[in-house]
């Protein structure tokens, strides 16, 4: 099978392409230049502007892509610019969203009130009602532009007829390459010898699904190399890719303790013990997990590395690749100050 990428030098997407690559598929990767990436010497490239992309289309109709993979669909003016590019060439499109597009994200960040979704989230569950999730945000993670809307993007996709399309929701990635460290902060945290990490309570409680970047990239890979014609699915499919099991935060913290071989205490609290201005406005009864059932019974995805290994690897890369500041981690955002925890630490054994 010949795949052209959209993307996919940059952490998720090298892993993808080494797995197509190892199962015998041949791979034409498009992207900007901006990132090397260590991929096989049998990966072929076309160098340019996603928004350029109808330039390369004779390019693309040569190398006669059996499926191209989307794996940076930010906008509905990225998914236009591909179908122009692709249609009548290629006959199928698998490209990468995100479980933001639930409305159970607009209920944590409290722009939906009144309800809470039943979770763990399925293929059917609400999306959102307000478009552009990012919009007004002071900061807009990895530069993501303005006008990024994962629903748009699905619906630009899912409305052709001329292709088959398969649509993946992913969790919250980690794993070595992580441009978030996101677990970062935690660790850094463990290897300073801190004895307690304090948690609100209502945090430690959430529950959210994550995925190892190995574990996702297998996945896509799956869904790039099954084939919707000589399978029982539909033309149109759109699946979660999750963990199994999603845990709650002093759960996944607990194993991360493990794997740095932190001997503290993990402390939660009640929002009424910490200061105003650590008060996290997120509403935390609504979870945030996703239902990964059906990829699992329609494509036979299990994830190849367990959750201790993928955690290991983890906090292997986030020591030997530190970000510049502890506060770029995404983890950063829920602890406290050294001294306030300890303030509270010493409050609670009086």
Sequence with gaps: MRVLVIGGTHFIGPYVIRYLVSTGHTVKVFHRGQTKADLPSSVTYLQGNRQDLYQYQSQIQT??????????????????????????????????????????????????TGMVDATPLTESSPLRSQLYPYQNAPQRPLGIPSNYD?????????????????????????GPGDPLHRFYAYLHRMDSKRPVIVLDARLAQWQSSYGYVENIAWGIALAVIQNPESESTASHRIYNLSELHPLNEKERLNLLAQAANWPGQILATTPDQLPADRFIPFNFHQDWTTDSSL????????EPVSITTALARTLDWERQNPPADVQQSASAMVLLDPDIEDRIVAALSQ
């Design 63 to 112: 190398f006669a892509p059996d499926v191209v993979l989307d794996m940076i669909p930010y906008t509905i003016v990225d998914a236009h610019t591909l179908l122009n590019t692709i249609t009548g060439i290629c006959p199928r499109i698998v490209a990468i969203s995100s479980q933001d597009v639930y409305r159970a994200r607009d209920i944590i960040w409290g722009l939906e």
């Design 150 to 174: 994962k629903i748009l993007v699905e619906r630009t996709y899912l409305n052709t007829a001329d292709m088959a399309v398969t649509l993946l929701r992913l969790p919250m990635v980690y």
């Design 295 to 302: 990829i699992r019974q329609e494509l036979g995805y299990q």
